[in-house]
Nanobody
Framework: LQLVESGGGLVQAGGSLRLSCVGS????????IGWFRQAPGKAREGVAE????????VLGDSAKGRFTISRDNAKNTAYLQMNKLTPEDTAVYYC??????????????????????WGRGTQVTVSS
């Protein structure tokens, strides 16, 4: 499985962006998907997670009330809708996949080590 993110860019505070994560090489439907972000000098932070079937999702504290994770397995694509963006959301955003037995389970408090396939990231910059 290969993952490619897109949809990042420069947006003003209060604006919105929708990130996409497209899978290739195998069906995305067999993998849970996580979105992470990493700002300069900071650790990689979990933003949102969705199970392989799309039945369950979880949001990190920074995303609650503003971001939504979804997926369309027919299009081999997962999404991160981000609203009410602030400069603190500026980071490189990564999608990651987790296959196997736990692909249809939510891992509360998910971490980067819970995923085994990564995209290269897309830059999101929020101006004040």
């Amino acid at each position: 499985l290969q993952l490619v993110e897109s949809g990042g860019g420069l947006v003003q505070a209060g604006g919105s962006l929708r990130l996409s994560c497209v899978g290739s090489g195998q069906s995305l439907a067999s993998s849970a998907i996580g979105w992470f972000r990493q700002a300069p000098g900071k650790a990689r932070e979990g933003v949102a997670e969705i199970t392989a079937s799309g039945d369950s999702t979880v949001l990190g504290d920074s995303a609650k009330g503003r971001f939504t994770i979804s997926r369309d397995n027919a299009k081999n694509t997962a999404y991160l809708q981000m609203n009410k963006l602030t400069p603190e959301d500026t980071a490189v955003y990564y999608c990651a996949g987790r296959g196997g037995y736990y692909s249809d389970y939510i891992i509360v408090g998910f971490r980067p080590t819970d995923f085994d396939t990564w995209g290269r990231g897309t830059q999101v910059t929020v101006s004040s």
